[in-house]
């Protein structure tokens, strides 16, 4: 069992950056891929980005891509997301997900966070 919160939500202004992180609970972090996904309201969860056990490989979404950078420390059971230059339509309800490694990165993830909002204003 895997345990996800997520923190560094907030409210900036377009072109602003802010760093969002995923403390896991749980033995074995860097057995399990990670990733982020967000939903606006209204809209459906999609994928943001997501890496590899080790960190060593990432996928991003194409809307992000340039823009957001994932990361882990498989020491601190963390993982985080950086989002530079946000745009308005970033602003969305963000939450890290994780599964075992192995298969794909961009959905059937197992545990979920409760997410952390994120406000974007032009």
């Known amino acids: 069992q895997v345990q996800l919160v997520e923190s560094g939500g907030g409210s900036v202004q377009t072109g602003g950056s802010l760093r969002l992180a995923c403390a896991a609970s749980?033995?074995?972090?860097?057995?399990?891929?990670m990733g982020w996904f967000r939903q606006a309201p209204g809209k459906e969860r999609v994928f943001v980005a997501a890496?590899?056990?080790?960190?060593?490989?990432?996928f991003y979404a194409n809307s992000v891509k340039g823009r957001f950078t994932i990361s882990r420390d498989n020491a601190k059971s963390t993982m985080y997301l950086q989002m530079n230059s946000l745009k308005p339509e970033d602003a969305a309800f963000y939450y890290c997900?994780?599964?075992?490694?192995?298969?794909?990165?961009?959905?059937?993830?197992?545990?979920w966070g409760q997410g952390t909002q994120v406000t974007v204003s032009s």
């Open positions: 997900a994780a599964k075992p490694s192995g298969g794909g990165y961009y959905g059937g993830y197992d545990y």
């Open positions: 890496l590899s056990g080790s960190g060593g490989t990432t």
């Open positions: 749980g033995r074995t972090f860097s057995s399990y891929a």
